[in-house]
């Protein structure tokens, strides 16, 4: 078995929400399934590129000549990352199943099934989804779809073994059989039936063979990922399910707008689950707000072209002004705000590509121009945001402060766009400095003098205006403003912190970290609150002023626990503890548990389940976005518990303490080198291929050693 199956093994993983929609793991390049219904083959909510709800791939029926027919809602399910096992039994019929999705977008069903009974049954492989019309491929069943709602056709072929003659098998008591069934799908518009029905029979075989083929292609995004353990064995755990996670939400629609790689938010459908529908929100398709959270984590991998394939999509979906929208294959959207200029800069010290920054250059100017264009102004260099959901934390109370009556109430309905104001925002303004410091150092590694000194100095005058503007001396906060009188929005929004993430801080500023530590401000239980509890529209479980407006579940930003913000607060913890002596690190650990609980259901460490966003004091998960992509956190385990952090010159290496008994993190790819940093505390572990204290390993060669945790360089 794969380790990363072994270890996030999950007997009978369904959607919290929906009672018996089984969730399903490995996805291909465009076929995937976000739920299965509890029966042999591919029923449920299945989709191609984006969200089309497709009913049945195929399917089988038992029935028995006495009117015997299985009941399937009965059948046992184990959920692993590469596929799913189901398994039935009575006293007339045992089935085994295992059923998974490969990358070349074919549904694969391998079922052992045994007559236990003393009557006949027949098997009937049934094909076809609701909607679509049913054909025959070169004497194979096939179905093709209608047109979707965005423009494109889904042909599927079904290849059967040669037991199934005319879809129906005769099963004899006592009789043993394995079947394998194989449904391939492809886009009508680009690739013909012939492909599909080629895929489709180059799944067919013995069943080991064939599992074990899927496995192996499976395993080699995970192969060329770095590995981690450690003492905590919830860490290690949260580790796996974080690269699962990049791989499950990885996409290549190759069609359209999206012509190379992307991660998506997710899978979910968030609303409509009927056919060809194309109502509600949904992740599956390009969002520009978390495609840096992603590089942030994927620059660690070490097949570094998955990274510049999906900065090369990021930059594809630049509008007139050049700056990203969120993209299906036939729709560009509205733009979000997002630091990724900054998170190519990461990109590159890990990666070493100067003549990739050199393609990209003049596209990520573009970028940092048209921010400035779209939410600049003439006073200073601090962003506006006019439209409170374009920073992905939309209804956080700042932008309806100054619209409180006498009494200091919030208005009732925060819809009406007349009761709340456009701000210069925290958050936007401190992704675009880390722009324009990222676009000055690419600048400077591509010979562009002029860049590199005309971002550098841009970048200094942010910093300046954030720290003399946004900065109050009194309540040791940063706040966002009005945007024409730059008067302070008194609340405490989790943003505030994102000047200690950026590092433009000082140590007489750290008073305003420390109200992460507070439980009357953000350590509300169930770190960290999206707004202090102090403000009186403060909601653990959101909703506006005590109703809900987005419905139960609905994101809003004035209470709720969001990973998204939360990950970059631990950062922004780590990063200071670091510069001031480690005073903060067993706050960081502390928190990097909680944060850590919420990938679990019930904190169950063998029940991996991360959605979009908890109750900031039950830690409740407040909605079913299941398996939910907009965060980071290897990034915290490599960066900060490890301690690497890669510079232009080589390594810094500085372990934030949490209290780990041991870890070891090997082969971390940075610029053609392999990097492992391993620690014991209290003595040597020789079955784990430790020794006591911290080592440092450079293409297998130590180059540092010391009896603690201790700070490091490495030249590369």
Not at 69 to 80: G, H, I, K, R
Not at 437 to 465: F, H, N, P, V
């Amino acid at each position: 078995m794969l380790q990363i199956d072994e270890m996030l093994r999950y007997p009978g993983r369904c959607l919290r929400l929906q009672t018996g929609a089984l969730l399903f793991g490995p996805t291909g390049e465009r076929l995937f399934a976000e739920t299965l219904t509890r029966c042999p083959g591919f029923c449920g909510t299945i989709d191609f590129i984006h969200k089309i709800n497709l009913t049945r791939l195929f399917s089988f029926c038992c029935r028995g000549a006495d009117g015997y027919q299985p009941d399937f809602e009965m059948a046992q399910t184990v959920w692993y990352p590469s596929h799913m096992t189901l398994t039935y039994e009575d006293e007339y019929l045992s089935l085994q199943e295992c059923k998974f999705i490969t990358w070349d977008d074919t549904a694969v069903s391998c079922t052992v099934w045994e007559n236990r009974g003393v009557i006949p049954l027949t098997l009937i492989l049934e094909t076809g989804a609701e909607q679509c019309t049913d054909v025959v491929w070169q004497g194979h069943p096939a179905f093709e779809s209608p047109v979707t709602s965005h423009g494109f056709r889904v042909g599927v072929a079904v290849a059967v073994p040669s037991q199934l003659q005319n879809g129906t098998l005769t099963l004899l008591p006592g009789q043993k059989i394995s079947l394998t069934v194989a449904a391939a799908a492809i886009l009508l518009d680009t690739q013909q039936p012939e492909q599909a029905l080629s895929k489709a029979e180059s799944w067919l075989g013995e069943e080991q063979a064939i599992f074990s083929r899927h496995q192996q292609q499976y395993q080699r995004f995970f192969a060329d990922a770095p590995s981690f353990t450690c003492s905590d064995p919830m860490l290690s755990h949260a580790w796996m399910y974080r690269w699962f996670l990049l791989r499950h939400c990885m996409a290549n629609p190759n069609y359209g707008n999206l012509r190379h790689l992307v991660e998506y938010e997710g899978r979910s459908h968030k609303m409509s689950k009927e056919p060809f529908v194309r109502k509600g929100w949904e992740f599956s398709k390009f969002i520009p707000l978390s495609t840096p959270l992603h590089l942030t984590e994927l620059r660690w991998h070490g097949d570094h072209a998955l990274g510049k394939e999906i900065i090369r999509s990021f930059f594809d979906t630049a509008d007139e002004n050049g700056v990203a929208r969120w993209a299906y294959v036939d729709e560009y959207g509205t733009p979000y705000a997002n630091y990724m200029v900054w998170a190519v800069y990461r990109f590159y010290l890990t990666d070493g590509d100067v003549e990739f920054v050199k393609q990209l250059l003049a596209a990520m100017k573009r970028f940092v121009q048209g921010h400035i264009t779209l939410y600049g102004n003439d006073k200073d260099l601090l962003q506006i945001e006019y439209v409170h959901q374009r920073t992905g934390k939309e209804y956080q109370p700042s932008y309806w402060y100054f619209h409180r009556d006498a009494e200091g109430n919030y208005p009732a309905d925060p819809k009406d766009k007349s009761t709340y104001t456009p701000l210069k925002r925290v958050d936007r303004s401190i992704y675009h400095l880390l722009n324009l410091r990222g676009l000055s150092y690419l600048c400077g590694i591509c010979s562009d003098a002029q860049g590199e000194k005309t971002y550098g100095e841009m970048a200094q005058q942010l910093q300046q205006d954030i720290q003399q503007k946004m900065w109050d001396e009194k309540t040791g906060f940063f706040y966002d403003l009005h945007y024409q009188t730059d008067e302070k929005a008194m609340v405490k929004n989790i943003v505030g912190i994102y000047p200690y993430w950026a590092e433009v801080t000082g140590e007489d500023q750290l008073k305003g970290l420390c109200y992460l530590f507070d439980p009357q401000h953000f350590d509300t239980g169930a770190a960290f609150a999206s707004v202090s509890k102090e403000c009186p529209a403060y909601r653990a479980a959101g909703g506006w002023m005590g109703r809900f407006i987005k419905g139960r579940d609905g994101c809003v930003w004035c209470g709720p626990s969001w990973p998204y913000t939360t990950g970059i607060a631990l950062d922004a913890i780590a990063r200071q503890s670091k510069q001031n002596g480690h005073r903060f690190d067993g706050e960081f650990g502390k928190y990097l548990r909680q944060y850590c609980r919420q990938h679990f259901r019930d904190g169950d460490f063998t029940r991996p389940y991360l959605v979009e966003h908890y109750n900031a004091e039950t830690g409740e998960p407040l909605s079913d976005d299941v398996d939910y992509n907009h965060s980071y956190f290897l990034e915290l385990l490599i960066a900060h518990v490890c301690g690497i952090e890669v510079t232009q010159q080589g390594v810094s290496i500085n372990p934030v303490d949490i209290g780990l008994r041991y870890f070891k993190l090997e082969n971390v790819k940075i610029r053609g080198h392999l990097l492992s940093v391993t620690y014991s505390k209290d003595r040597s572990r020789p079955e784990m291929g430790l020794r006591q204290g911290m080592r440092v390993l450079l293409d297998g060669q130590e180059v540092f050693s010391s009896e603690n945790l201790t700070p490091a360089e490495v030249a590369l």
